[in-house]
């Protein structure tokens, strides 16, 4: 499987987008603010979940944070599936935001509810 990156710029925010065989299976895309960048959506198709894809797109964005000598990435996670897809469970979101390197400003926060504040801080 050859999954190929493609920069894009979608409106407001700096995006990244991976394909396999010309179909996007997988999208993230973050702006800039003062002192931080943030995550405004992140989004990987139903079937292709729990494949790396999202691991994948975060480590592309990553690197294009630090090449812009940003430290900090915020992110307030609500699930934003693609059309026909389901969306995941606010629980479920925060567990797989807090794999991949985030972790809840307010530790006493519902994760019941979506929104809540992630922070990573990049070394």
Request: charged residues 35%; without cysteine.
């Amino acid at each position: 499987m050859v999954i190929k990156t493609k920069e894009i710029f979608n409106g407001e925010a700096n995006a990244v987008s991976y394909t396999i065989h010309k179909e996007e299976i997988g999208r993230i895309g973050l702006t800039v603010e003062s002192d931080y960048f943030q995550i405004k959506y992140f989004m990987v198709k139903e079937k292709k979940r729990n494949t790396g894809v999202g691991r994948k797109l975060l480590e592309k964005m990553i690197k294009e944070v630090k090449k812009a000598k940003g430290t900090k990435i915020i992110v307030f996670p609500n699930s934003e599936p693609y059309e026909g897809d389901k969306p995941i469970k606010p629980e479920k979101l925060y567990k797989i935001y807090e794999h991949l390197g985030f972790d809840l400003e307010n530790k006493k926060a519902d994760l019941k509810k979506p929104n809540n504040k992630m922070i990573m801080i990049l070394r």
